[in-house]
């Protein structure tokens, strides 16, 4: 199993840029693809961002291609994602997540995430 732990939230202006960390334990960091999703208030869980299991494969929502970026650091068992021109419609809960998989998976399904983080606040005002 591998635990996952969320930081570098917090609240921002629209414009601003944030980097969100999220830190892997207890297995092989490089056996897993991760994926960051967020939640905001009365909303379903959405996709934001993937990365495979050696960072040379990575998948964005439409929402915020070209504003995020998504990397991984497999000698410190981290995830980042890169937060830029940030909009007030980025507020959300931001969950980091974890599967094992091989290859170029990057899925973009919550379901297919068997480990999450307790996720980290994100407020953009305007």
């Known amino acids: 199993q591998v635990q996952l732990v969320e930081s570098g939230g917090g609240l921002a202006q629209a414009g601003d840029s944030l980097r969100l960390s999220c830190a892997a334990s207890?297995?092989?960091?490089?056996?897993?693809?991760m994926g960051w999703f967020r939640q905001a208030p009365g909303k379903e869980r959405e996709f934001v961002a993937a990365i495979n299991w050696s960072g040379g494969y990575v998948k964005y929502a439409d929402s915020v291609r070209g504003r995020f970026t998504i990397s991984r650091d497999n000698a410190k068992n981290t995830v980042y994602l890169q937060m830029s021109s940030l909009k007030p419609e980025d507020t959300a809960v931001y969950y980091c997540?974890?599967?094992?998989?091989?290859?170029?998976?990057?899925?973009?399904?919550?379901?297919?995430?068997?480990?999450w983080g307790q996720g980290t606040q994100v407020t953009v005002s305007s």
């Open positions: 997540a974890a599967v094992r998989a091989a290859g170029s998976y990057t899925g973009k399904s919550a379901g297919d995430y068997g480990y």
């Open positions: 207890g297995s092989t960091f490089s056996s897993y693809a």
